[in-house]
T-cell receptor
Framework: DVKVTQSSRYLVKRTGEKVFLECVQD?????MFWYRQDPGLGLRLIYF???????EKGDIPEGYSVSREKKERFSLILESASTNQTSMYLC???????????FGQGTRLTVV | QKEVEQNSGPLSVPEGAIASLNCTYS??????FFWYRQYSGKSPELIMS????GDKEDGRFTAQLNKASQYVSLLIRDSQPSDSATYLC?????????FGAGTRLTVKP
C-alpha cells in the first residue's frame, strides 16, 4: 500500500514564526503536492513538484515556499506564519501524468 | 470561472436510494478524472477513476464521463448511512491535480 506520512497531525504556532510541514512517501512517486483545505473552499493547490528540486506554483502560493531535495520528501514552509494560514494542510503523491493522488493524514495548523 | 465545480449540497437521500453527484470542469485538455470520499476529520480516499467517455462500474459505484460536455458524475446505488461523507471530484491535466469544493452527502436510515 502507498503510504504518505505527514510529520504532525496537529500543530499550534505563533504569528511570525517560520513553520515547516514535512511529508514523506514510500512509493517512489515522482509527483508530490501540497494542498490546504478550508470549509466551503475545498482543496486548493499551493505547490506541486514533479521531480527532485522541481516545483510549480499552484493557485495560492503566496506566503509559502517548498523544498524537494529528495524524491521521497516534500516540505512546505510558511516563511512568517499568519492567522489566515490556519487551515488543514494535506500532502499527496502520485505517479506521473494520469494517475490518482494518494493523501497523507493531514496536518491541522493553528496560528495564534 | 472555477476549474472544477460541484454542487456543495448538502445532498440528502434515504437509505437504499440512488445518490447522484455531479461535477463540471473547465479545461478541455483534462486527461483523467477521479472521485474521492472524505469523512469528517479524515483525508480524502480514492473511490473511482475514469479516463474515457462512458460509464465505469465498481460495486455500488458508477462513474460517468462526457468529455464533450466536460461533465463527470458519480452514482451510488443502494446508498448506506456509511456513505455519508463529502465527495470530491478531481481532474488531472499534465500532472496538475485540481479538486472541486466537494458535495456533502447524507444518507438517512
Amino acid at each position: 500500500d502507498v503510504k504518505v506520512t505527514q510529520s504532525s497531525r496537529y500543530l499550534v504556532k505563533r504569528t511570525g514564526e517560520k513553520v515547516f510541514l514535512e511529508c514523506v512517501q514510500d512509493m517512489d512517486h515522482e509527483n508530490m503536492f501540497w494542498y490546504r483545505q478550508d470549509p466551503g473552499l475545498g482543496l486548493r493547490l499551493i505547490y506541486f513538484s514533479y521531480d527532485v528540486k522541481m516545483k510549480e506554483k499552484g493557485d495560492i502560493p503566496e506566503g509559502y515556499s517548498v523544498s524537494r531535495e529528495k524524491k521521497e520528501r516534500f516540505s512546505l514552509i510558511l516563511e512568517s506564519a499568519s492567522t489566515n494560514q490556519t487551515s488543514m494542510y494535506l500532502c499527496a503523491s502520485s505517479l506521473p501524468l494520469l494517475t490518482e493522488a494518494f493523501f497523507g493524514q493531514g496536518t491541522r495548523l493553528t496560528v495564534v | 470561472q472555477k476549474e472544477v465545480e460541484q454542487n456543495s449540497g448538502p445532498l440528502s437521500v434515504p437509505e437504499g436510494a440512488i445518490a447522484s453527484l455531479n461535477c463540471t470542469y473547465s479545461d478541455r485538455g483534462s486527461q483523467s478524472f477521479f472521485w474521492y470520499r472524505q469523512y469528517s476529520g479524515k483525508s480524502p480516499e480514492l473511490i473511482m477513476s475514469i479516463y474515457s467517455n462512458g460509464d465505469k462500474e465498481d460495486g455500488r459505484f458508477t462513474a460517468q464521463l462526457n468529455k464533450a460536455s466536460q461533465y463527470v458524475s458519480l452514482l451510488i446505488r443502494d446508498s448506506q448511512p456509511s456513505d455519508s461523507a463529502t465527495y470530491l471530484c478531481a481532474v488531472n491535466l499534465n500532472n496538475d491535480m485540481r479538486f472541486g469544493a466537494g458535495t456533502r452527502l447524507t444518507v438517512k436510515p
